[in-house]
C-alpha cells in the first residue's frame, strides 16, 4: 500500500491546515475563487471532516471580478454552509480607484493589498491561508509554508523563519500574523490533476468557451460588462478561450484554447509553452513586482 | 517536447512506484554553481516556457555574470529576491519542481554562505538526497565540508558529488579523481548509504543529462540518472506505528476522532494502540481519511482516528504500538544546530517545539561542539550562531519522542525564543537520559501547603529587579522588617551576599549570569517549599532568566517588583562606587553600563523610586500583599 503522488501532497496540506486550526486562535481562509482556492477549500473540507472547517473564508472583492466568479462565489458559500465574509475598499470606491484609469499598480495596491490588510486588522485575524504556489513565481518559491508577517503585514525576505521538517513555528506575538501556504508544494499541473481526480467545482471560465473579446497591450481581455471601454480602434471578437488564472477581468488575459473539459486541460498544459501567470498584467508591470507586492503585505 | 507526464503514464515506466520521487537538496560553496546548475536541469528538460526565456534572456543582459558572451546565466532562473539578483547571491532556500520520464523531482536550492546555514538546514530538513557541488579548480573547500557534515546530521543518506566547472581545467581527469578521493576521505564516517561522483560543466550542460564528448574517460551516469537511479528506502512503513496527535475533532457529542499524520508504520481498524503519555490503551473503531472510512492506513497519510474507549488525549499527545512504544522523557541528548546571532547558553530557557507538542526547555548542559573541519568535539561555554553541539535538554514535563536516527519526524524539535518568537535552533534527537528514568521526585508527607499553614502564612517570592543601585536592597530591607514585625517568616537572598558563597564560583559573563540566576531562584522555590516568604534581590537583568524563575513557581505565587531607578540617578547615588568603576572601564559587563538591562514589560510592582521615600515604596508592596 503505497501513497500516489497526489495523496502525498494532499496529506502534506491537511496537516499544515490542521496545525493551523490547532494553534492559532483567529484564522482565516483567503478565497479568491480560483481554481487553487477551490482546492484549498476541498481539502479543508476533508482535513476536518466530519466537523467543518473551523475558519471563515474571507473574499477581497476589488468589484472588478468577472460575474461569473461572484456567482460561483455565493453558490459555493450558500451550499457548504460556509461562513463567508467579503471585504472591499471603501476608500478606494470613493476615490474611484479602478483598473482602467488608475493603472494597474496603483490599482492593485488599493484594491488588492490594502484591502486585505484593512481587513486582516478589522477582524483581528492572526493567521491567513492562501493559495500561492511556489512553482507559480520565482519570489513565490523562496516563501516559507508558514510565513510571518510583522503587526504592519510586512514580510521579510532576508529574515525568513527557518523552516524545519513539518515542526512549524506557529508562534506570534500580538498583531502580528502568519500567512500559511498549504499548496506550496503544488505545481499548476498537480492542482489540475487534483480538480480532475476529485471532481472539484470550478468557475467555468477555465474552460474554453466564444466569448466577447478585444486585444489590447497583448492580452485578450473579455468584455465582462459596460465598464470595459471599447476604444474607437478595437474590434470586439467572439473567439474561442479560456482563462489560466482569474482575477480582476480588465487585468487578465484569456488564452485561445479549445480545452472545454478538465482531461482536456490537462492535454493542453503537457503542451503549453508559457507560464502561468504571463496572462497577469500586474506581474509584469515592473522588475521583482511580485516581490515588492508581498512585501507590501499582497498575497 | 517537455518532459512531463501525469501519474498514470509515470507507473507505466520500470521504475518502482515506491521511488518514483525525490526531495533533492543542493549544497556546496559560493559560486560553486548551484544554481547554474538548476537553471540548466530545467532548461534542458525543457521546463522554462517561452515567457520564462524571454525573462532570462533580458535578466541575463541586465544582471547577468556571463555578460560579454552569449550564453544564459542560469542562475538568474532560481535567484528570485531582488537582493539576491543585486548582489549575485543565493540568500535563501528556493523550491523548484520538474519531471523526467522517470521521476518527479523537488529540488530544493540552498545558500552556500555560512550567514545562511539556517536556510540551508530548512532544505536539508527534508531532502533525501543531495547533490554537493564542487568547483573543479577549488575542491574540496570548508564549505563542502560543512555542508555534506549538516546533510548527514539531517539524516540524508545518499549524496552525489558534482565536481563542476570541467571546462575550465580542461577536463582533466587527474584533478578530478583527486577531488574524489578527498571527498571520500573526509566524509567516510557521515553514515551515507550512497556517494556517487560525477565530472561536469553546468554551464554548458557536459554530464548534466547526458554523456560529454569531453570527457570520454568517463563512462559513470549522468548527473539527472543518478539521480532517477538512487534508491531511497521508504520503509517507514515497516516500523511501529506513530500517530503524533495534531488536534481532537468534536463536532457533535457523538463522535471523537483523533487527527494526524501518521509518523510511522501502520494501523488497522481493530488494532490495539496506546497513548503514549498515559500508557492507556483502547482499540481503533474506524479509522477516517479526507471523508472515507478506511480499513487500513500508513506512514504519511492524514487521518482522524476514532477509538472504543474515551481515553484522556489530546494535542501534543501520541497513538503508538503496544508493544514498540517511543521514548518518554523530560530529559534527553540532542544534536543541536544554532541559527541565531544571540548564543544559546547553558541554563536559560526556551519554547521547545516538536511536530505537535510545545513546552518550556532548558538546555541544561552544553557538551561539546562539533568542528566543521575535522569533526572533533571541542569545550564551549555557548553555541554560536551555526555552529553544531551536542547538549542536554530539560523540559518542563516529559515529550514523546524516538531517536532522530530512527524517525526523522518524530526525533526533531526546534527551539524557539520566548520573547521574539523566532526559531534559533534545531535539535535531533538521540536518546533519553537515564536520570530522567531513575531519579523519581520524592514527595514526603509533609509538604508545602502543611509547613506553610503552621506559619499562617501564603508561601511567596518577591522578586527584586533593577540596575545596581536602584535601591532594591534598601527597600526589600524594609519589606522584610514590617513583615518580621507582622509575625511572617521570611528570607532575603541578596546578589551580593549570594555571591560570597554559593556562587563564588561566578563571574560576570552572561552565561555565568544565566547560572547565578538560575541557583537563586532554585534556592528561592527550596524555601518557598519550607514555607516562607522569601525576598530575592538580584539585579537579574535578562528578561528570559526572570521569565525561567517565575515559571518554577504557581500561579500567583512569583511577584516581580521592578525598582525602576533612572541609570542617571543610580549612578549618581554609586554607593559602592562601581559606576565610576565601571565607565572608567575598569569593571567589564556592568549592566546599564556595557551589559543591557532589559526592564520588565509587565511587573506585578512597578516601583518608580524618583521622589519617594524607600519606606513608601516598602509600604506599597506591603499593601499588594495583603490584597493579594
Known amino acids: 500500500m503505497t501513497m500516489t503522488y497526489l495523496q502525498k501532497l494532499e496529506a502534506e496540506s491537511i496537516h499544515i491546515m490542521r496545525e493551523v486550526a490547532a494553534t492559532f486562535s483567529r484564522p482565516v481562509m483567503l478565497y479568491s475563487i480560483g481554481k487553487d482556492s477551490s482546492v484549498m477549500l476541498h481539502l479543508a473540507l476533508k482535513a476536518f471532516y466530519p466537523a467543518k472547517p473551523p475558519f471563515p473564508l474571507l473574499h477581497i472583492d476589488t468589484t472588478w471580478k468577472f460575474r461569473e466568479m461572484i456567482a460561483f462565489r455565493d453558490k459555493t458559500a450558500i451550499e457548504l454552509g460556509l461562513n463567508l465574509l467579503v471585504h472591499t475598499n471603501q476608500d478606494g470606491i470613493d476615490q474611484n480607484v479602478n483598473p482602467f484609469d488608475s493603472g494597474a499598480t496603483a490599482y492593485t495596491h488599493m484594491m488588492k493589498t490594502l484591502a486585505l490588510r484593512q481587513a486582516l486588522d478589522q477582524y483581528g485575524f492572526d493567521a491567513a491561508f492562501g493559495g500561492g504556489r511556489r512553482d507559480e513565481e520565482k519570489s513565490r518559491s523562496k516563501e516559507r509554508i508558514f510565513s510571518f508577517r510583522d503587526s504592519k503585514h510586512t514580510w521579510d525576505p532576508k529574515n525568513q523563519r527557518p523552516e524545519m521538517w513539518r515542526t512549524y513555528n506557529t508562534r506570534v506575538n500580538r498583531s502580528e500574523s502568519i500567512r500559511v501556504f498549504p499548496l506550496s508544494n503544488w505545481t499548476e499541473l498537480d492542482v489540475w490533476q487534483y480538480i480532475n481526480q476529485e471532481n472539484i467545482p470550478v468557475v467555468p471560465l477555465y474552460l474554453a468557451q466564444r466569448r466577447p473579446i478585444v486585444r489590447r497591450d497583448g492580452m485578450l481581455l473579455m468584455i465582462d460588462d459596460d465598464r470595459l471601454r471599447v476604444r474607437q480602434e478595437e474590434r470586439v471578437e467572439e473567439l474561442l478561450v479560456r482563462f489560466r488564472t482569474l482575477g480582476c477581468y480588465p487585468l487578465t488575459g484569456a488564452i485561445e484554447s479549445s480545452a472545454r473539459t478538465v482531461p482536456e486541460i490537462i492535454q493542453e498544459m503537457l503542451t503549453v509553452r508559457t507560464s502561468e501567470r504571463q496572462g497577469r498584467a500586474i506581474d509584469s508591470d515592473e522588475e521583482a513586482s511580485m516581490e515588492k507586492k508581498k512585501r507590501e503585505g499582497y498575497f | ?628
Not at chain 2, 512531463?4 to 518502482?16: G, R, T
Not at chain 2, 543582459?61 to 543565493?90: M, P, S, Y
Not at chain 2, 509518523?263 to 471523508?291: E, N
Open chain 2, 1 to 628: 517536447m517537455r518532459m512531463v507526464l501525469d501519474d498514470d503514464m509515470l507507473i507505466e515506466q520500470d521504475a518502482p512506484v515506491t521511488n518514483t520521487f525525490l526531495r533533492v537538496l543542493t549544497c556546496g560553496s559560493v559560486d560553486d554553481g548551484k544554481s547554474t546548475l538548476i537553471g540548466r536541469l530545467l532548461y534542458d528538460t525543457q521546463l522554462i516556457l517561452d515567457d520564462q526565456f524571454s525573462a532570462l534572456k533580458r535578466d541575463t543582459k541586465k544582471h547577468g555574470t556571463t555578460k560579454g558572451d552569449d550564453h544564459l546565466d542560469f542562475a538568474l532562473l532560481v535567484d528570485g529576491l531582488e537582493a539576491e539578483r543585486e548582489q549575485g547571491i543565493t540568500i535563501d532556500v528556493a523550491y523548484r519542481f520538474f519531471v523526467t520520464p522517470k521521476r518527479k523531482f523537488v529540488i530544493a536550492d540552498t545558500p552556500g554562505h555560512e550567514e545562511y546555514t539556517r536556510n540551508m538546514a530548512t532544505g536539508a530538513s527534508n531532502a533525501d538526497a543531495a547533490i554537493v557541488l564542487i568547483d573543479a579548480r577549488k575542491g574540496v573547500l570548508r564549505q563542502t565540508r560543512r555542508h555534506t557534515f549538516i546533510a548527514s546530521l539531517l539524516g540524508i543518506r545518499h549524496i552525489v558529488v558534482a565536481v563542476n566547472k570541467m571546462d575550465l581545467i580542461q577536463y582533466d581527469q587527474d584533478r578530478f579523481e583527486a577531488i574524489c578521493g578527498a571527498f571520500q576521505a573526509f566524509s567516510e564516517t557521515l553514515g551515507f548509504r550512497s556517494v556517487g561522483f560525477v565530472p561536469m560543466s553546468a554551464r554548458f550542460g557536459d554530464n548534466v543529462i547526458t554523456a560529454s564528448p569531453a570527457m570520454p574517460w568517463y563512462k559513470g551516469r549522468s548527473l539527472l540518472s543518478h539521480l532517477e537511479a538512487i534508491d531511497v528506502d521508504e520503509d517507514r512503513v515497516d516500523q511501529p506505528f506513530r500517530l503524533p496527535i495534531q488536534l481532537v475533532s468534536r463536532p457533535n457529542l457523538d463522535f471523537r476522532g483523533f487527527s494526524g499524520q501518521i509518523a510511522a508504520g501502520r494501523v488497522s481498524v481493530g488494532d490495539s494502540v496506546v497513548v503514549a503519555k498515559s500508557g492507556q490503551s483502547s482499540r481503533v473503531k474506524s479509522i477516517l481519511c479526507g471523508r472515507d472510512n478506511v480499513e487500513t492506513a500508513v506512514d504519511g497519510q492524514a487521518v482522524t482516528v476514532v477509538l472504543e474507549d474515551d481515553l484522556e488525549l489530546s494535542r501534543g499527545n501520541m497513538l503508538v504500538a503496544p508493544q514498540n512504544r517511543p521514548q518518554l522523557a523530560d530529559q534527553f541528548m540532542a544534536h543541536v544546530i544554532w541559527f541565531h546571532k544571540e548564543p544559546m547558553i547553558p541554563g536559560r530557557s526556551y519554547i521547545c517545539r516538536t511536530e505537535v507538542d510545545s513546552i518550556g526547555a532548558t538546555v541544561t548542559t552544553l557538551k561539546h561542539t562539533i568542528d566543521i573541519n575535522t569533526f572533533a568535539q571541542k569545550a564551549a561555554t555557548a553555541l554560536q550562531m551555526n555552529e553544531v553541539g551536542v547538549c542536554n535538554i530539560s523540559t518542563q514535563a516529559p515529550i514523546v519522542f524516538d531517536s532522530y536516527r530512527d524517525n526523522r519526524n518524530t526525533g526533531n524539535f526546534v527551539l524557539i525564543d520566548r520573547f521574539t518568537n523566532a526559531t534559533v535552533g534545531a535539535g535531533m534527537i538521540d536518546h533519553p537520559l537515564r536520570r530522567a528514568h531513575n531519579i523519581h521526585w520524592q514527595a514526603g508527607d509533609i509538604d508545602k501547603h502543611a509547613r506553610a499553614a503552621l506559619k499562617l502564612q501564603t508561601p511567596m517570592v518577591l522578586w527584586f529587579t533593577g540596575l545596581s543601585g536602584s535601591g532594591k536592597s534598601t527597600i526589600a530591607n524594609i519589606v522584610e522588617k514590617l513583615l518580621h514585625a507582622r509575625g511572617k517568616h521570611t528570607y532575603m537572598l541578596d546578589g551580593d551576599n549570594i555571591r560570597h558563597g554559593l556562587n563564588r564560583d561566578l563571574g560576570f559573563t552572561q552565561e555565568a549570569r544565566v547560572e547565578n540566576i538560575r541557583r537563586a531562584a532554585e534556592v528561592a522555590k527550596l524555601m518557598a517549599d519550607a514555607g516562607l516568604i522569601v525576598l530575592v534581590s538580584f539585579i537579574s537583568p535578562f528578561r528570559s532568566e526572570r521569565r525561567m524563575a517565575r515559571e518554577l513557581f504557581e500561579k500567583g505565587e512569583f511577584v516581580e517588583v521592578f525598582v525602576d531607578t533612572p541609570i542617571e540617578e543610580c549612578a549618581r547615588r554609586d554607593p559602592k562606587g562601581l559606576y565610576q568603576k565601571a565607565m572608567a572601564g575598569e569593571i567589564k559587563n556592568f549592566t546599564g553600563i556595557s551589559s543591557p538591562y532589559e526592564a520588565p514589560a509587565s511587573p506585578e510592582i512597578h516601583l518608580r523610586t524618583m521622589g519617594h521615600e524607600p519606606l513608601d515604596l516598602a509600604m506599597q508592596i506591603e499593601k499588594f500583599l495583603d490584597e493579594a
